[in-house]
């Protein structure tokens, strides 16, 4: 009895691996793949920056994926932000990061007005003194030379050398 019942648990087990209880999908989203991103600046990993690849024929395949890079410059891209992997296709890399000012935090907990004003203070000061640390061609889908090819499980390193320090632009306040 005891034998039938480990059988009987292995085959349940063996059945559930080969009938793929993965993630579900939405209708109409393709197969995806595991896709890791390494972001490297000046030869250094570059942790925090904000990932997205889009497809090069965005009007066929609209799904986009992304990701912020951990302490290693890696990122593992998840679709629609939630679903592991990207479809295969042809697709555009863009990379962007923005640092603050060091040592500024905003408040977490504000009651009073003088809390509001301060919060408001320190803000402007952040938002005053933030910088974009990869250049603008790998920050537009126009401009980037990073191009990715998924053709199964994928992993690249790309480079977005050299740093930069760029003031953030703003339009026109409302």
Known sequence: MKYRSLFLLSLAALFMLSSGCGQKLPKGMPKLYKTQLTITQDGKPLEGANVVVTSANFASAPWSS???????????????????????GSYVVTVTKIEGPPGLELPKNSKTDADFREYDR???????????VVDKQFMNMKTTPLKLEVKGKTNETFDVSPAVKNKIERGPSA
Do not use: F, H, R
């Open 66 to 88: 992304g990701g912020i890079t951990d302490a290693s410059g890696s990122v593992i891209l998840k679709t629609e932000g939630q679903y592991d992997g990207v479809p295969i």
């Open 122 to 132: 320190i803000l402007k000061q952040i938002e005053d003194n933030s910088v974009e």
